[in-house]
Structure formats: structure tokens, C-alpha cells
């Protein structure tokens, strides 16, 4: 089971700058980005609720959204603006730079998250191996940026 979460996972990421190019090319076709990102999401949201249709989720624990704290639906407004601005930054940087920079990012927020136990998620320190990791990808991302 945990192969398959770990696929899941990689194909996830795989599909990021493939969405990115994707809506980069609406973007110009429409030529906005914010129009692009909202199409991306107007059609996202569709897919989900023929989704939750299809398979017969249970509508009536959406009420709960109510009752979260406002710092939670500010989710929403961080889904937009990552995908604005990879609508935005992949035509001009290009994908391997745009998403090498985009993992950095969120490797630094990840091991954040994860040190201060923030979100809810489990507490796991930073160490040398953590930071050493995200300075590979910090070369990385200098290595694709030159070359």
C-alpha cells in the first residue's frame, strides 16, 4: 500500500508542470492569467462534484466548513495564487526552473511545518540531513538556471 501512496505522490508532482504549461498556453489564449486560473479552477471544481457524485460521498459534512477558523479557508486563496503564478512564471522561466523552484519552496515550508509541528502535522526536527537536503536542491535549481 505505501508503493502505491508513493507513486501516487510522484505522479502528482509530475502533473503540476504538465497543469502549469497547461494553463499557461489558456492564459495566453485568453490572454490573462487570472482568467486562465480561474478556468482551471472552475473546471477542477466540476471535476470534483461529478466526483463526489460518482461515488456517493456524504454532502451533508461539508456544513462543517462553517465552523473552522478563517485561517483555513485561506487555503482557497493559496491554491490561486500558486497557480496563477506558475501560469504566469513557466512560460517565462521555464518548467525545470519554475518547478525547481517551486520544490525548493516547498521543502523550506515542508521542514518548517514539520520542525514547529504546525497544521497538525507530526513533529520531526530539523537536522543537517534535512537542511542538507534542501541545499542539493538549492544547487539544483542554480544548475538548471545556468544551464
Known sequence: MKLILLL???????MAPLQAGLNGK????????????LIS?????????GYALATRIEFTSIRHAADTHWS??????????????????????????????????QLIMAVLLDHFGLLGVSVQPISWQRLA???LITAGVILIRKF
Open 72 to 105: 483555513v479557508w485561506s487555503a482557497g486563496f493559496l491554491g490561486a495564487f500558486y497557480v496563477t503564478a506558475t501560469i504566469i512564471l513557466t512560460p517565462r522561466l521555464g518548467a525545470a526552473l519554475t518547478f525547481s523552484l517551486v520544490v525548493a519552496g
Open 133 to 135: 537536503g534542501i541545499a
Open 8 to 14: 501516487i505522490a510522484l505522479v502528482a508532482g509530475m
Open 41 to 49: 479552477f472552475a473546471v477542477g471544481t466540476l471535476v470534483l462534484f
Open 26 to 37: 489558456m492564459g495566453r489564449a485568453i490572454e490573462s492569467p487570472v482568467y486562465a486560473a
